[in-house]
């Protein structure tokens, strides 16, 4: 696929910065606007960040008994949805809602520690939280999706660990899956060191994966400031079925949150099970 073009991340610095100097005068109006929208998702996910900061309460899957007459429902796996770095599942808070809302299916969101300091540690803990998601829930397999470095994790457990046995589609969010190079100064943490390219871990998932049966689809924004360069939030890969949607119009705290990536993301679901595929992009006004 060809493409074409810690708070201070996302401050209207950071997009001018990559900008300078040949472009800044040119800086477009839908730039500003996703500049603008990023600021406001950010100032609303601190606010509803303490919200998010322990693991919901999961209930099993209800008993029905046979006598009981069933409204048909459209089938639909569980739905896991896993966040990015230094962050939690408040981020999902309108996904999660939309997926409920018009998808049917059982939704839920995991937390990873703000202290997890490896991708490999943080995949197996999230393997064990989806073997116990299929037995509560009775179901074989699960859909994921995964915002940035929650993509990341999710594609480590599947690709490297076996977990394509349990995972049917994995929908990743602006997620560095070459790796970025954006921050330098962040290398200080060794989690975001293992984000880099050439790392380890990205040498390990840019490594053979015959025969895996998951499904990828990545969401991509054009003027996503943390993935640099923006390729790297696609995914290619000569054995795994992977599918690209580029974003137009949206940064990176905007993939979770945008109600046309929201429509996107069930599009995605809803031909896990055909041979098509969603559609190649997203014009987001």
């Known amino acids: 696929m060809k493409v074409t073009g810690v708070v201070p991340l996302f401050s209207p610095y950071t997009y001018c ?5 040949g472009k800044l005068a040119g800086l477009s109006v839908t730039l500003l606007k996703a500049t603008v929208l990023d600021a406001a998702i950010l100032a609303g996910h601190v606010l509803l960040y303490p919200t998010g900061l322990f693991q919901e309460r999961l209930a099993p899957a209800a008993a029905v008994p046979d006598s009981t007459a069933r409204l048909p429902v459209r089938p639909g796996l569980p739905v896991v949805l896993l966040h990015g770095f230094i962050d939690n599942r408040s981020v999902f808070v309108l996904l999660r809602r939309s997926l409920a809302q018009h998808g049917g299916q059982r939704v839920e969101s995991l937390n990873y520690s703000p202290l997890t300091c490896d991708i490999r540690t943080a995949a197996e803990l999230f393997g064990r939280h989806v073997e116990e998601i299929c037995e509560r829930t009775g179901s074989d397999r699960v859909d994921i999706v995964g915002h940035s470095l929650g993509g990341l994790i999710a594609r480590y457990y599947v690709q490297c660990m076996g977990g394509d046995l349990r995972v049917r589609t994995l929908i990743t969010l602006g997620t560095p899956h070459s790796g970025t190079r954006v921050a330098p100064l962040a290398d200080a943490h060794p989690i975001v060191r293992q984000m880099r390219p050439g790392s380890q871990v990205i040498a390990e998932l840019g490594g053979p994966a015959p025969g895996c ?16 360069p923006l390729e790297t939030a696609c995914l290619e890969h000569p054995d795994l079925d992977a599918h690209n949607i580029r ?9 979770p949150v945008h109600p046309a990536v929201a429509a996107g993301i069930r599009e995605a679901l809803d031909f896990a099970d055909t041979k098509e595929g969603p559609a190649n992009g997203l014009t987001v006004a």
């Open 17 to 21: 910065r990559r900008l300078w100097p």
């Open 213 to 228: 049966r998951t499904r990828f689809v990545s969401f991509w924004s054009d003027l996503d400031p943390l993935m640099d």
């Open 247 to 255: 974003v137009t119009g949206i940064g990176h705290l905007a993939l």
